[in-house]
């Protein structure tokens, strides 16, 4: 008889059930305590009845079974057949959300805020549906995302406007995003402005991303990207009009797409490996990602001007004792025939954790990033965090420039909490300027 639920006497011994043949075959697989279909969860394990159970078979389900980030509870035991083969149990404690969620960021730009709306595991199917709508005071932007079974399905669309200057040293207004930008009532100071212009910049993504195979993911589709200056003083961009490109993006390792956090932690879903989290590393642990995307702008595309550009990135990670992180983060990318709008930027393209009121931008462009990270206390309610880094960037247009800055974070995160809050401090060594922002699910 198959349990739906799973006792809490079990869910204690469980830890305990270890005892197997080595190298057995496995004659069965027990599934307790599942609400999500059991079919999805067969589908998880790296095994089936009639393979043979090796060494590290068990503590692998349970890792594929913790990244669906749906259970509270995770226990992979075996013990032996009434055959003489390996009999397996697999006991769950999983459930279903839909969350509500508001946010709200505060910092030298202005403010912005909005609402996400996620849901997961509904149907039973461990699918993921999240809409998201946020506004500033530039702006605003809608997004609808949707995933099962390691397929993935994007909708989003943005627009923004801000007053955009560029430099006599052949620097840019960092793009504003939805708040004002931050170089807006301090311009001056970074030199004679030789161009000033209002811009409008609407643009979004439709994508499809695909299953991961052999630690490789990769997600494509259509980005629409329309550009409109007005009101210009100084010379104005030749490049207004539609910019819209294809894309491709290839991810291996962990380097993985930033989001929101996963809303089910309200729940408590998510946290099966919480122990886990709470222990000193009992060895050093290092960790490795790349990706690569290539984005293509063509009349097959919808754009005015054919266009191309590549930028790669990667990230190296060396964690050790009571979760202590060192991390080195790489990027580099080139383009051809770019329309000013899209030449690599510093900080827009690189991924650069601090924040600035300027970057620059070129045909090429590569930048590097040296991180600290220490938890100052560990508990089960969540975690103080603290962050240092030093980071450099360097773009190519005919001659050099070179962003370079320092900065420092520090947050809370509560484990059910799947935002941070907390505040950052950036310093910009080559504009001698300091931007501060506090934030709840900003980026720390």
């Keep these: 008889m198959k349990l739906r639920r799973a006792s809490p006497l079990l869910l204690l011994l469980l830890p305990c059930l270890r005892v197997r043949a080595a190298d057995a075959k496995i004659s069965e697989i027990d599934f307790v305590g599942n609400r999500t279909e059991e079919r999805i969860l067969r589908r998880r394990i790296p095994f089936a009845e009639g393979d043979t159970l090796h060494d590290g078979d068990l503590s692998a389900a349970r890792k594929a079974l913790f990244e669906m980030r749906l259970f509270k509870q995770v226990f992979v035991s075996s013990s032996t057949a009434a055959d003489g083969g390996a009999r397996v149990q697999v006991v769950v404690d999983d459930g279903w959300y839909l969350v509500p969620f508001p946010f709200y960021v505060s910092g030298s730009g202005g403010s912005r805020g909005g609402m996400v709306l996620s849901e997961r595991n509904v149907l039973r199917q461990a699918e993921g549906l999240t809409g998201m709508g946020f506004f500033g005071s530039s702006g605003g932007r809608g997004s609808l995302w949707t995933s099962w079974e390691g397929w993935s399905a994007e909708a989003s669309y943005g627009r923004s406007e801000f007053v955009e200057r560029s430099y006599a040293d052949g620097g840019f207004t960092a793009s504003a995003g939805f708040h004002r930008p931050l170089d807006e009532n301090d311009f001056s100071r970074f030199g004679i402005v030789t161009g000033l212009h209002e811009k409008t910049v609407g643009e979004g993504a439709f994508a499809l991303g695909f299953p991961r195979r052999n630690g490789v993911t990769l997600r494509g589709g259509w980005e629409p990207y329309r550009v409109r200056y007005e009101n210009a003083l100084g010379p104005t961009p030749d490049d207004g009009g539609r910019l819209d490109r294809t894309f491709v993006e290839v991810r291996t390792g962990f380097l993985d797409r930033e989001g929101f956090g996963d809303l089910g932690a309200l729940l408590g879903f ?77 900080g827009r393209d690189l991924g650069l954790m601090g924040q600035y009121a300027r970057e620059f931008r070129g045909r090429e462009a590569a930048a590097a990033t040296l991180s600290y990270s220490r938890p100052f206390r560990l508990t089960h309610r969540g975690v103080w965090q603290g962050i240092v880094f030093a980071e450099a960037a360097r773009a190519w ?48």
């Excluded at 099966?272 to 009349?299: I, Y």
């Excluded at 005919?398 to 900065?407: A, N």
């Excluded at 809370?412 to 080559?430: A, C, E, I, M, N």
């Design 397 to 444: 247009d005919g001659e050099q420039r070179t962003k370079e800055g320092v900065g420092a974070s520090f947050y809370y995160r509560f484990w059910r909490f799947p935002l941070p809050f907390g505040f950052t401090v950036t310093r910009s060594l080559d504009d001698h300027n300091t931007q501060v922002s506090a934030a709840v699910g900003g980026r720390f």
């Design 270 to 346: 998510g946290l099966a490996d919480l122990e886990e989290r709470l222990k000193p590393l009992a060895v050093p642990k290092t960790q490795f990602g790349s990706g690569l995307t290539v984005r293509r702008g063509d009349n097959w595309t919808g754009s005015g001007k054919s266009y191309t550009t590549e930028i790669i990135n990667s990230r190296l990670a060396r964690s050790w004792g009571g979760q202590n992180k060192l991390s080195l983060s790489a990027s580099a990318g080139a383009g051809e025939n770019l329309p000013n709008s899209l030449e690599i930027a510093t």
